[in-house]
């Protein structure tokens, strides 16, 4: 072989290197709390005691983190509304949540949530896309462009998230196995847990 077809191959081989690469641009990931990160309660989780996280999904999320994975975390808390807590409890939950992914190495890189009730007629409770827009707005991303993953256990967690682009994933925990025979107009993924999630995504991109 020549040396400019050596050249040439090598260059061609670093290109197909450099587009497997792009090809596997890391997503953001958008997770729900309540029933994926946490057990969930229908009596709601009103108290830094009551939060308590699922097996596995601490390591999960900072496996993620640690991987490269830009990690938020989006919830409804209309339990705010209804006065069973209030905002300074949840700051307490978020920043007990935010200090475990931590001791693990990993980091959340924002929390956004929703305080209002069912009714308040506002654009950020989920099944709305307010929350993500906020984030999309804050880091100064489309999601509609750029890559995304949203990770619920409800109907409406994906629906947010669907609305704006996002990737759908279903997990199993919380209100998932019920969630996973509701009709859907779309197509999600399913796993086991936040745990699963996590092992298979950083198969796929890494």
């Excluded at 450099?18 to 596997?24: A, G, I, M, P, Q």
């Excluded at 956004?112 to 307010?130: A, I, Q, S, T, V």
């Excluded at 947010?160 to 509701?182: I, N």
Aim: charged share 25%; with cysteine.
């Amino acid at each position: 072989m020549r040396k400019q077809d050596t050249i040439k191959a090598t260059e061609t081989k670093m290109q197909q290197t450099t587009d497997r690469n792009n090809s596997k641009t890391k997503p953001i990931i958008l997770l729900d709390r309540d029933g994926v990160i946490n057990y969930d309660s229908d009596a709601y989780i009103k108290s830094v005691d009551e939060w308590q996280p699922l097996p596995g999904s601490i390591k999960a999320i900072a496996a993620l983190s640690k991987a490269g994975f830009r990690i938020f975390v989006v919830t409804n808390q209309s339990g705010i509304a209804r006065g069973y807590y209030d905002e300074t409890e949840l700051n307490a939950m978020h920043t007990k949540m935010l200090n475990l992914v931590h001791s693990e190495g990993g980091t959340i890189e924002g929390i956004e949530y929703c305080p209002h009730g069912p009714d308040d007629g506002c654009h950020c409770r989920k099944p709305l896309p307010g929350m993500i827009e906020t984030i999309e707005s804050k880091i100064g991303v489309d999601f509609t462009q750029t890559s995304a993953i949203i990770v619920g256990d409800s109907k409406r967690d994906l629906e947010a998230g669907h609305a704006r682009g996002c990737h759908p994933s279903l997990v199993l925990t919380g209100k998932g196995r019920d969630t996973q025979y509701k009709a859907f107009d779309f197509y999600f993924d399913v796993y086991a847990d936040l745990a699963a999630f996590a092992l298979a995504t950083l198969h796929k991109f890494n």
